[in-house]
């Protein structure tokens, strides 16, 4: 029994001390644990025969130079923990700005023309009577505020149209306005804008062929995007607005190609011209995919009568291209003749009504530009179910769209509004004509808009456009007057400017027609 357990107490002391040595094999690294194999039972074979001194020397001596030779041989092998540089704080010189795209830079170089850069000088320096009577007076902004009056007093008689119980029977209720729309404008608004039309364009107008949008400018671009690939081309009949330019090509990608009308036209598109300019496109590699056509003209403000308007038509059926007619002028006729919309023209039935699409607005005819409304009108399936989806990135506040339809809905004061604010128009053209005569500067007649066409050829040293834009410059700043040069408008005669004047008051029209008289004067005594 003691035998037994003697065996035991060495047996444990031997696990013992082999786990301790497997710890100090782990502690020395690896490579030891099978050194110390080889070792330990060498030194049993040296003691047996040399002894105990080279029994424990020579195992010792081999030990060492193993461990020596293991540690060399694993730091040629382990990579070496490199130790991160310092951080480098880049020079001021070295540091790039961080770029932006190719279009970016483009819409931001595209705002060089003399209509952006009037505008940008009147927003610095605005004429006030009280304030600032020697700032710049707008007349480059074609912004009717004529009869914004008898807008804000029917909203204050309708007090129930900024509340959400709605009018009758109509359910604009928060509920009904605050959830989800259909992008393209609520049914209701869409049909009541439809019978607005109507009365402003004498036309049927069916509601499930409208799109609404946020303004005019991007019914323009929808349309862009819909009929044409980027680097197609419109013909446009020039002068024309100069933000066309900007609608159509910022973003759609097309290319605007001038078609010139003249003044001994009085300014109205001819067939000979479209064709020419139609041909030179196609030399250039361009494919026309519309012709745009303003109606009433922008910036000359005659109206396009029956006969030109067939002639349009036919053009555009013979090149197989699109007809885009721009009508947010309809409602601001006021003199003979009256207005022709192209919808009028179609109910013949001898066209094809698929290529013909008509813009509209409330921005012009209702005086409420910073409402953003617009629609697109068009006869056509596929262009409607595309705009109908890409409205969702222009669509128009469901308040404002409440606001409208109660004011749209209101039949009386709608004709009421339409009849006087043409009135008003037609008496603020008078006050601006008679002066402009009065300083001896000419120009066309006209009947539709909010600006006057203006011929200043006269007051130029030299007929070109460089004499024209010192002309402009001068106005600017010395007469402090805005006005749109005609080469702004891709106009090919020199000496044309566009006057606006449904922003000013009496007062305001007053003292820029005294300073144009005076500007003249001067510069008929420098010639």
């Known amino acids: 029994m003691t035998h037994d357990n003697s065996i035991h107490s060495r047996s444990g002391r ?3 001390e082999e786990d301790r040595q ?45 461990q020596l030779y293991l540690k060399r041989h694993r730091s040629e092998r382990a990579p ?7 951080p480098r704080r880049p020079s001021r010189s070295s540091r790039k700005p961080v770029l932006v795209s190719s279009r970016a830079v483009h819409v931001i170089e595209d705002e060089n023309s003399p209509y952006y850069r ?12 009280e304030h600032n009577p020697d700032g710049i007076i707008q007349m480059g902004l074609a912004e009717n505020q004529l009869s914004l009056d008898l807008i804000e007093g029917w909203l204050k008689s309708h007090p129930e149209v900024s509340s959400w119980e709605g009018i009758g029977d109509t359910p604009l209720t928060l509920r009904g306005i605050a959830g989800h729309q259909d992008h393209y404008g609520m049914p209701i608004l869409r049909s009541v804008m439809a019978d607005f039309m109507h009365e402003v364009m004498k036309a049927p107008f069916n509601p499930d062929q409208i799109v609404l949008t946020a303004g005019a400018t991007p019914a323009i671009e929808m349309l862009g995007f819909c009929l044409a690939d980027p680097g197609n081309a419109f013909l446009v009949p020039s002068p024309y607005y100069p933000a066309f330019c900007r609608d159509l090509k910022w973003r759609a990608g097309v290319e605007l190609v001038p078609v010139p009308c003249r ?16 041909s030179q496109t196609k030399k250039r590699g361009l494919t026309v995919r519309a012709l745009l056509i303003s109606n009433p003209s922008n910036p000359v403000g005659n109206i396009l009568d029956s006969a030109t308007l067939t002639m349009l038509l036919e053009f555009a059926t013979e090149k197989n291209i699109h007809l885009i007619c721009d009508e947010i002028y309809a409602g601001s006729v006021y003199d003979s003749p009256n207005f022709t919309s192209i919808a009028k023209v179609l109910e013949s039935g001898e066209f094809d009504k698929s290529r013909v699409h008509i813009i509209y607005g409330t921005s012009k005819d209702l005086c409420l530009p910073g409402f953003r409304v617009g629609v697109i009108y068009s006869y056509n399936d596929k262009v409607l179910k595309a705009a109908q989806k890409m409205s969702r990135f222009c669509s128009v506040s ?10 749209l809905s209101d039949a ?4 009421q509004y339409l009849s006087e604010n043409q009135r008003r128009l ?16 000419k120009y066309v007649k006209s009947n539709a808009g909010l600006y006057c066409w203006v011929e200043m050829g006269n007051l130029m040293p030299s007929y070109n456009e460089k004499g024209e834009l010192n002309l402009w410059d001068k106005l600017l700043n010395e007469a402090k007057i805005n006005v749109t040069p005609g080469s702004a408008c891709y106009c090919i005669e020199p000496g044309w400017f566009r006057i606006c004047f449904s922003s000013l008051s009496c007062q305001d029209m007053t003292v820029a027609l005294r300073r144009i008289q005076e500007f003249s004067k001067r510069c008929k005594r420098s010639l």
């Open 118 to 129: 009037g505008w940008q000088a009147y927003t610095e320096n605005p004429y006030d009577a």
């Open 14 to 16: 031997s696990r013992i």
């Open 22 to 66: 497997r710890e100090e094999d782990r502690a020395r690294g690896p490579g030891t644990g099978a050194v110390m194999r080889v070792i330990v039972p060498l030194q049993g074979v040296v003691q047996g025969r040399g002894g105990v001194v080279l029994g424990s020397v020579i195992p010792c001596a081999l030990f060492y130079f193993l």
């Open 398 to 407: 469901s308040q404002t769209q409440h606001l409208l339809i109660n004011m």
């Open 412 to 415: 009386q004061f709608i004709q």
């Open 426 to 441: 037609r008496e603020t053209s008078l006050v601006l004509t008679e002066g402009l005569k009065e300083a001896g500067i």
């Open 80 to 86: 070496r923990e490199e130790v991160p540089p310092p």
């Open 263 to 278: 003044s001994s036209d009085n300014f109205n598109v001819t067939i000979n011209a479209l064709d020419r300019a139609f």
